[in-house]
């Protein structure tokens, strides 16, 4: 494919376009036979291996929400002039973002009806987890984002991939994982990120992911799980620029089965395409901290059609809000 | 397997004792760490292979490594004409640093600021290792120090020295004249108080500003927002494990480093241009290019808010990686900012292969996901205001939270129990 460097994005555009309708058929039919019809064209390393190297990212909506969904008008809302749940409005937190803040709808990534199989008590963990979305989600504090979601943020990652080690670098909180392909020992702790040991089988590099400290999420929309956690992801070439990426989730303590997801990423052809820094550890400080400044530097947002006062109720338990005002 | 010292000590409630102290800004570099994780390095001892080399025959830089041993960066005024210790100078250098970094409980003074300093357990939290050959880390000027500032350096450091002063001026420090308040002098709580800094604070570095107040987040070190992690960055007490991995396209470079708060840097292998001069970047921009075995790293774009022994963003370097064995490599630095410093300077530092396979390598960075400290901080102060204002508490530039001297890093100040590479 020729690219004007002058508009990598419409080249992009234009890539994702050539691989749309494998991605249709990913998001529509059991996707588990993920090789192209007439074997892709794959790069390869000196020793054989598919080589992944370079800058990836995924061009969906799971991050708002794995599950199939309609649009919403925002990721936290309030109850509209209608008692309905399809009638609500965006909540003032978000409210000045306008079209902006929306939730775009997809069809999902997870295999079968589309649904998460949720045991009935964690369903209610993930519906409350939804409705606090500001105070629990663990991406609005920048806390390292786990895996598998680091991998379908809106946020490229970078693959540099040596004979015994597949690293991943993600943009997000310059975090990253290295998939062991080597035999090493596991953490001496439970982690944020996991453990991640790989193997080839063929061309489709085999992960299995565990040691999870169970603090992260699956998305925006509070799907979650705990220190259970138990992934095996799967990588394989359909395409020079595109790999599929299935994940076969784990966790007894939430979910009465496994389930799985499946998504392609692509590779951002970009010619001058490099991981950029997004430290957000600094870009939260406001969020996180604001509120003990000695003098506060946001509390009333002023707009052309309306003015937002940020006041809220605290609900009861927040262990660490009670703290600092005691 | 996994080991219940190493669990409790990342425990967020470890944190929180070791954020304590953070908090107190007695210890300058911030963050958290474990020791004890360094596995013996392969090195020296043993006799090394011949350089590993990819598939696509470069030296293999991939692995975990560390500076076995500790190198003052500037060579102390009494080696002066010295390149290397001898072998009774590093023994003799190993005792004194021993002695003082094993001290579990010091009190410096009762009741007051600097004490808390002691209450660190040093020889728990920070790593500590042997002397190493060099008498400093810099390999040019020959004289192993930072060349001079220039003009318009200096004036800048003075300009946020005397800001520091003012802050600090009200305190205990002042009073009983500490070398935290070296310059400076005992006085009423400075009516500059409350004033927007002069520059931005980043290191608690001299010239990079640690103040006495705690109005904002921004008041405080970049260490104490869990930001610590700068470039260049040659080890210190609080751990440094890069892990390299080398594809055709690009060195990946995982710091684990400054006690949780690791980083990952990407260095492209490429011809490309550097970022436009207007993108500025906490790491820099970095790219690479292969002279014959050597890697040689450029690094532009650096940010106005990092700050390296004083210099910001028109820190200029140039890396230069070289396997000299399998368990070896030597990594050359050339540092420049002409805004900073009269010339260029040098440092030359070797990291030695760390066990591959016990993987004591660690990618959770959690010093802000256990930052109690600096909420606790600043509510602390606003707390202090509230009691002064109805007349129940001292004014809070009475008292000292950062600059206030004690055992930081685990050496004193000054005087015998300070650090001997120091001295």
């Given amino acids: ?326 | 397997m996994r080991n219940g010292f190493r669990r409790s000590v990342m425990d967020p409630l470890a944190i929180v004792v070791l954020a304590a102290v953070v908090v107190l800004g007695l210890a300058r570099v911030g963050g958290l760490s474990l020791v004890g994780r360094a596995q013996a390095p392969v090195g020296e001892a043993e006799k090394a292979g011949p350089v590993p080399r990819t598939s696509w025959d470069k030296p293999d830089l991939t692995g975990i490594w560390t500076n076995s041993h500790d190198i003052p960066l500037q060579r102390p005024s009494k080696y002066k004409d010295k390149e290397f210790f001898t072998d009774e100078e590093r023994q003799e250098l190993d005792k004194i640093r021993g002695e003082i970094v094993s001290q579990d409980v010091r009190r410096y003074g009762r009741g007051n600021a600097q004490d808390v300093g002691g209450a660190y357990s040093t020889n728990i939290f920070l790593s500590h290792k042997p002397t190493g050959k060099r008498t400093s880390l810099i390999t040019d000027p020959p004289d192993g120090r930072i060349p001079p500032f220039t003009p318009e350096a200096t004036e800048r450091r003075e300009t946020v020295r005397n800001f520091v002063l003012e802050l600090l001026q009200a305190t205990d420090t002042c009073k009983e004249k500490l070398v935290g308040c070296a310059g400076g002098k005992y006085g009423p709580p400075s009516p500059k108080y409350h004033d927007v800094p002069p520059f931005y604070i980043a290191t608690g570095a001299p010239g990079g500003g640690l103040i006495n107040r705690s109005d904002h987040p921004e008041d405080r070190t970049l260490g104490e927002r869990c930001m610590g992690a700068i470039l260049p960055d040659f080890g210190g007490a609080t751990g440094f494990y890069p892990q390299f991995i080398l594809s055709k396209d690009a060195l990946s470079i995982y710091y684990d480093t400054g006690q949780g708060q690791g980083w990952q840097r990407m260095i492209p292998i490429t011809d490309r241009p550097h970022l436009p001069g207007h993108v500025r970047l906490w790491w820099g921009d970095s790219r690479a290019k292969w002279e014959g075995d050597t890697l040689v790293v450029d690094v532009t774009n650096f940010s106005p808010k990092t700050d390296y022994q004083g210099a910001r963003e028109n820190l200029h370097l140039v890396e230069r990686y070289t396997m000299k064995d399998a368990n070896t490599i030597e990594v050359v630095v050339r540092i420049e900012d002409p805004t900073t410093w009269t010339k260029p300077w040098t440092v030359t530092q070797e990291l030695s292969r760390q066990p591959d396979k016990a993987n004591r390598h660690y990618k959770e960075p959690r010093c802000h996901e256990g930052n109690y400290g600096m909420p606790a901080l600043l509510a602390g102060a606003r707390a202090e205001e509230r009691a002064h204002a109805r007349g129940k508490g001292p004014h809070p530039a009475t008292l000292c939270s950062a600059g206030c001297g004690g055992f930081a890093g685990g050496f004193a100040d000054d005087g015998e129990e300070s650090n001997p590479f120091n001295r």
């Fill in chain 1, 1 to 326: 494919m020729s690219m004007s460097s002058k508009k990598p994005l419409v080249a992009t555009a234009v890539l994702a376009a050539a691989i749309g309708a494998f991605t249709v058929q990913a998001c529509t039919s059991p996707p588990s036979q993920p090789a192209a019809p007439q074997g892709p064209v794959v790069t390869r390393t000196a020793d054989g291996k598919p080589d992944f190297s370079g800058i990836w990212q995924a061009l969906n909506e799971a991050h708002w929400d794995l599950e199939a969904h309609a649009a919403r008008p925002a990721i936290v809302t309030q109850e509209g002039v209608y008692p309905y749940e399809y009638t609500r409005v965006p909540a003032a937190p978000v409210l000045a973002l306008g079209a902006a803040g929306g939730v775009p709808g997809s069809v999902g990534v997870v295999e079968g009806d589309g649904k998460i199989p949720y045991k009935p008590e964690a369903l209610k963990v993930k519906q409350e987890n939804g409705a606090n979305w500001i105070d629990r989600d663990p991406e609005l504090k920048c806390y390292l984002p786990g895996i598998p979601r680091a991998m379908y943020m809106p946020y490229p990652f970078q693959i540099v991939q040596s004979t015994n080690k597949v690293h991943m670098a993600f943009e997000f909180t310059s975090t990253a994982r290295t998939i062991h392909l080597d035999e090493v020992e596991g953490p001496p702790d439970f982690t944020y990120m996991g453990h991640s040991v790989g193997k080839w089988e063929g061309d489709t590099l085999v992960v299995d992911v565990t040691e999870f400290n169970g603090k992260n999420w699956f998305d925006r929309a509070g799907n979650y799980h705990s220190e259970a956690l138990h992934l095996t992801e799967r990588f394989t070439p359909i395409h020079k620029d595109a790999v599929q990426y299935e994940v076969t989730i784990e966790d007894p303590n939430v979910f009465t089965a496994p389930w799985k997801i499946s998504m392609p990423l692509y590779r951002r052809l970009e010619k001058n395409a490099q991981l950029m820094e997004y430290r957000c550890i600094e870009f939260v400080e406001e969020f996180m901290y604001g509120g003990l400044r000695r003098q506060p530097l946001v509390k009333r947002w002023e707009g052309e059609n309306m003015i937002v006062e940020i006041t809220r109720k605290v609900p009861e338990g927040e262990k660490l809000y009670e703290w600092y005002r005691r």
